[in-house]
């Protein structure tokens, strides 16, 4: 019987286009840990960056409207429940009521698509 395949180290995301400066975030889903949790990728300063979707105060989605986390300003991504803030560039709490910085997804962009990397914690949904 023939081992199965290795899961993907890198899994498509969207294409570049999709994710414009502190705009909306492209939502997917990825088994962490063990279970299927929501997270979603922006664009900040020409960057691409992805988070797990779970407010470091309180384990819960933080968007407040679908796929919106930007606070009114373009420059902080805000859990809409607590109002905790959180750099979009690394994750790391601003201010407000965190226990730390969002679980960050490592992205990869090249030949205008978004790539995010799995780890040994962060699977495809499907595997």
Request: glycine share 10%; net charge negative; with cysteine.
């Amino acid at each position: 019987m023939a081992e199965p395949a290795p899961p993907p180290s890198e899994v498509l995301l969207c294409q570049s286009g999709d994710l414009v400066d502190s705009g909306e975030a492209v939502a997917f889903e990825v088994n962490f840990e063990g279970r299927v949790c929501a997270a979603f990728a922006i664009r900040y300063q020409g960057q691409a960056h992805a988070y797990l979707n779970r407010c470091a105060h309180v384990p819960m989605e933080m968007d407040y409207q679908a796929n919106r986390f930007f606070d009114s300003t373009g420059q902080w991504l805000m859990c809409a429940t607590h109002g905790a803030m959180y750099h979009p560039h690394t994750g790391a709490c601003r201010s407000g009521p965190c226990r730390g910085g969002l679980l960050k997804i490592a992205l990869t962009e090249a030949a205008g698509m978004v790539r995010w990397h799995t780890a040994g914690n962060l699977k495809p949904v499907d595997i």
